[in-house]
């Protein structure tokens, strides 16, 4: 059964940076794209990063040039570093990975809490 775990979430303030990590219990080249979502309370989930099987990468205006997605292929790890956080940025945020299936696995999320 295909896992993906998310971590590295936390209370900030803002301005500041945190990395969140999420960990697949199977090799993530097996996956396109990798994404990471947020979900904020009462807010429909959105889509925050992308990358393909080829490294291009996607970010909706409201992060782009604040948030980075990357991946290491020998953690089986995808990345979101979080820059210059700001108070809307408060939400859980999962990962995803689509599989040559078709099939979307989804993370538990990791809870991230940007203070004023």
Sequence with gaps: QVQLVESGGGLV??????????????NIFTFNPLAWYRQAP????????TIT??????YPDS???RFTIS?????KTVYLQMNSLKPEDTAVYYCNGKSAS????????????VSS
């Design 63 to 65: 992060v782009k040039g």
């Design 71 to 75: 991946r290491d292929y020998a953690k």
């Design 53 to 58: 099987s080829g490294g291009l990468t996607n």
């Design 42 to 49: 009462g807010n429909q989930r959105e889509l925050v990063a």
């Design 102 to 113: 078709g099939t979307v696995h989804w993370g538990h999320g990791t809870q991230v809490t």
């Design 13 to 26: 303030q803002a301005g500041g940076s945190l990395r969140l990590s999420c960990a697949a219990s199977i």
